[in-house]
């Protein structure tokens, strides 16, 4: 009971980040992102095939489809892109502090890479 009115951070508590759930979700907007696509060239096909008539017509209702479309896919391509940046990084950053905890590399100050000394990197 002591420890309950003790110090303790102020405002709410951090929310629990569920992995599963965001991966979930980002799926879940690019699988319907991928949806839209694909009704729009359906919807594109169609109005290829009609007759030359309403090619015009067809024509502008394409530009204004693809249009929209660009405009609702780039949005989750750009938070993919990001998100395999960030994963990149974080793999490099792993590996190159694995092997400096090994010996294998040092990082100097210019961020130049460089074996620790040549024996050591012939031998492995």
């Not at 929310?15 to 965001?22: C, F, G, I, S």
């Not at 992102?33 to 594109?44: D, K, P």
């Not at 090619?55 to 204004?64: F, G, L």
């Amino acid at each position: 009971m002591v420890e309950a009115l003790g110090h303790r951070e102020r405002g709410r508590p951090p929310l629990r980040v569920d992995l599963e759930k965001e991966a979930f979700l980002r799926q879940s907007q690019e699988l319907q992102a991928q949806l839209q696509v694909m009704e729009q060239t359906v919807r594109i096909r169609q109005w290829l095939e009609q007759p030359d008539q309403k090619k015009n017509e067809a024509a502008e209702m394409m530009v204004t489809t693809l249009t929209r479309l660009k405009q609702q896919v780039r949005g989750p391509y750009q938070r993919l892109c990001e998100y395999l940046r960030q994963a990149e990084t974080a793999r490099r950053l792993a590996a190159e502090t694995w092997l400096q905890r090994n010996g294998v590399i040092t990082i100097t100050q210019s961020k130049k890479v460089l074996p620790i000394s040549p024996e050591r990197s012939a031998h492995n």
